[in-house]
């Protein structure tokens, strides 16, 4: 027994540290953070935001792309707006609590908990869309077959910020100081290197700014122009998310906590503004215009080190966008110190059992990381760690087209959805695209457009989308081409209907559980067709094949049955159902999770060993029912397969039993014949 309580100390110890003590007078000055650190753990959500919030207001513009500096500068305004308006909080509020605490002090308890509730799961999300973001930019500078390791990524990302904060606050954070460092001195130096290298550049910016907001106004009035921005501006709101984690937070800085707090604020209030503003600006002086495939801060760390040597060029831009895509992992930190201060909050208001707010003797909430972390992983695991699936959920016309351009949108290949949709629906008001038997090929031209767009879409339930036989469309294929080309439009327009229009792809299709299953599909087939299974002549084939117009000699036939082994499927010795069971409980990854688990209860963390256990049962029961239907479709195949087969053998019709076939034997074969190949 002793050397077991050792051995669980030392593992504790390992994973998540000694025991502090409680007496130590410098326990919290240890423990708290600096308004530096806070910046980084609170932050990082906040300036992760410039990495897509600027581009889509940029976007948004529809062309006008100089009127980005009005938005730019009310960005910078809101975010200084709502940055005073959380200090304030801050001040009422010393104890922190964010909005729990606020709804219920000027409100009502009953609002504070829908409030509080909603901070958890916006806080479960942060994380794992975080996670999930992260993993995904990381991923896209990896080669293709490393994609199929993105989950265990994403997972083990969550499980290891799971173990730092249960480790503490200051050690959750300062492993993630030197990306967050990163990421503001590549950023920070491209702000500055721009407009120091284009200082004469800047009046050529103010002229044509002017010039672009004479134009708009000629042509949608002052009114028209005024909406213009206001849409940019708020497609580009993306920007504040995160500003208001410093007053959620207040309990883990160091004291004073409000100054320590106002501090941070300014810091995120400043660096987030600078970043919005220099990269808007950066935009312009380059001219940097989007391109298919790649975000504006790619193109303009693009043009910025484009007289550079190939060497620098090459390694700032790589690790300038790494940094952006570390940083994504690096925001789900918000998300683990202000969830479990929250649900303690709630706690003490008895919302949550008390042991929530319970310290652990790391003097973390323990049990608050835990759910949090755990959460989370449930989550990815629910969504395979995917933020897009392209699955059409609409049930009408206009919604799946409304749906394909938000679609479209998210993966930048189009940069004024409302231009593509009302085209788009202008045809469909002349004649529909549904083309009946379940397929539609939403098409246009579009005004603008640099290049060729295709959607692959599927809907499982199907979309009323009026087609000519009056069926639900369960399959559309969007594309969208430039004005200028209307021979290439005519050319994928005449090869959708070929391709789509082939039954046995129509239905696989349908089945596609993911986006990556449907494309892989489309590809095979595109690379296929008679291409793929006719790639020989019939001379080639024989030769292959080492047969003859005549077919095989009945010698030859015995000789490759012996060699080959009959032609029938291969029946496994048959285990009771309660051992086919169990096999699922000690593979591979059952050991490894088991292992996880133990160690976790070990460590005196039993709800997330026990949270293991539960993965595993529900793994072996998924796992054993597939198995369990596939013996039984293996079954029903062979009361299907044909007994007998007519082949020719030595010149002469012969017929067979079907298991002896051989690799060889030309079959002759009728309308509705089925073929025996094992």
């Known amino acids: 027994m002793e050397f077991k309580t050792a051995l669980t100390r030392r593992l504790k110890t390992l994973i998540i540290g000694d025991a502090r003590s409680p007496h130590d007078?410098?326990?919290?000055?240890?423990?708290?953070?600096?308004?530096?650190?806070?910046?980084?753990?609170?932050?990082?959500?906040?300036?992760?935001?410039?990495?897509?919030?600027?581009?889509?207001?940029?976007?948004?513009?529809?062309?006008?792309?100089?009127?980005?500096?009005?938005?730019?500068l009310g960005s910078v305004l809101t975010i200084f707006v709502i940055s005073a308006s959380y200090s304030q909080i801050v001040e009422l509020f010393p104890s922190g609590g964010g909005g729990y605490l606020v709804a219920s002090k000027l409100l009502s308890p009953t609002l504070g908990m829908f409030s509080g509730c909603a901070l958890i799961v916006d806080y479960v999300l942060t994380i794992a869309v975080s996670i999930a973001s992260g993993t995904d930019?990381?991923?896209?500078?990896?080669?293709?077959?490393?994609?199929?390791?993105?989950?265990?990524?994403?997972?083990?990302?969550?499980?290891?910020?799971?173990?730092?904060?249960?480790?503490?606050?200051?050690?959750?954070?300062?492993?993630?100081?030197?990306?967050f460092l990163i990421f503001v001195i590549t950023h920070a130096f491209v702000i500055v290197y721009v407009p120091v290298t284009h200082l004469t550049n800047v009046q050529e910016v103010v002229k044509t700014t002017m010039s672009d907001v004479h134009t708009v106004s000629s042509k949608i009035g002052l009114a028209g122009m005024f909406l213009l921005i206001l849409r940019a501006y708020s497609m580009g709101a993306g920007t504040f998310t995160g500003i208001e984690a410093v007053s959620n937070g207040l309990p883990i800085l160091r004291e004073p906590r409000v100054?320590?707090?106002?501090?941070?604020?300014r810091y995120m209030a400043i660096s987030l503004s600078v970043m919005v503003l220099g990269l808007m600006f950066s935009y312009l002086l380059y001219k940097v215009e989007p391109q298919s495939g790649k975000t504006l801060n790619a193109v303009l760390f693009e043009h910025v080190t484009g007289n550079w040597g190939d060497r620098s060029k090459t390694w700032f831009v790589i690790v300038t966008l790494v940094s952006e895509a570390m940083l994504l992992l690096v925001a789900a930190q918000a998300g683990f110190l202000d969830g479990p201060r929250v649900i303690a909050n709630m706690a003490l208001d008895r919302w949550f059992p008390t042991r929530f707010a319970v310290l652990s003797d790391r003097l973390v909430t323990k049990n608050g990381v835990l759910f949090m972390g755990i959460a989370a992983l449930i989550l990815m695991l629910v969504t395979r760690g995917s933020i897009q699936i392209l699955i059409v959920r609409a049930k009408d016309k206009s919604s799946a087209l409304k749906e394909m351009m938000e679609i479209l949108l998210k993966a930048r290949r189009i940069s004024d959805p409302g231009t593509v949709l009302k085209t788009l629906w202008e045809h469909e008001t002349i004649d529909t695209t549904g083309i009946g038997q379940g397929v539609a090929f939403p098409h246009a031209s579009i005004e603008g457009l640099k290049e060729p767009v295709a959607l692959l879409a599927i809907s499982q339930r199907g979309v009323d989308f009026k087609a000519k036989d009056g069926h639900p469309v369960h399959l559309f294929f969007l594309f969208l081409t430039p004005v200028k080309e209307t021979t290439l439009h005519l050319q994928i327009l005449s090869r959708a209907a070929a391709i789509f229009t082939d039954k046995s792809l129509y239905y696989s299709l349908r089945k596609a559980k993911t986006p990556q299953a449907a494309l892989s599909l489309l590809l095979h087939h595109e690379k296929g067709g008679k291409e793929v299974f006719f790639p020989h002549s019939i001379g080639e084939i024989y030769k292959e094949l080492e047969t003859s117009p005549s077919g095989l000699s009945e010698d030859e036939a015995k000789r490759r049955l012996e060699r080959y082994g009959r032609n029938a499927l291969k029946e496994l010795k048959g285990k009771p159902l309660f051992l086919r069971f169990m096999e699922n409980l000690y593979n591979l990854l059952a050991i490894l999770l088991w292992v996880g688990g133990a160690l976790a209860f070990v460590a005196d963390m039993p709800e997330l060993g026990w949270a293991i256990f539960a993965v595993i049962l529900i793994n072996a029961v998924f796992s054993f029912w597939q198995e369990y239907k596939a013996e039984r479709a293996?079954?029903?195949?062979?009361?299907?397969?044909?007994?007998?087969?007519t082949v020719l053998r030595d010149g002469k019709e012969r017929e067979i039993s079907a298991e002896e076939l051989v690799p060889g034997d030309i079959i002759f074969l009728e309308e509705g014949d089925s073929i025996s190949a094992g």
Not at 45 to 61: I, K, M, Q, T
Not at 259 to 265: F, L, V
Not at 634 to 645: F, T, V, Y
């Open 25 to 72: 007078r410098t326990i919290f000055h240890k423990l708290s953070l600096i308004a530096f650190f806070a910046w980084v753990g609170l932050g990082a959500d906040g300036l992760s935001s410039s990495c897509y919030g600027p581009e889509e207001a940029f976007r948004a513009l529809q062309g006008h792309s100089y009127l980005s500096v009005f938005v730019a």
């Open 137 to 179: 930019a990381v991923f896209s500078f990896l080669p293709v077959e490393w994609h199929a390791y993105k989950q265990q990524f994403a997972i083990a990302g969550i499980m290891i910020l799971t173990i730092l904060n249960l480790r503490g606050v200051k050690e959750a954070v300062a492993p993630l100081v030197p990306i």
């Open 259 to 265: 100054r320590t707090a106002k501090r941070t604020m």
């Open 634 to 645: 293996l079954e029903a195949l062979k009361k299907l397969l044909p007994r007998k087969a």
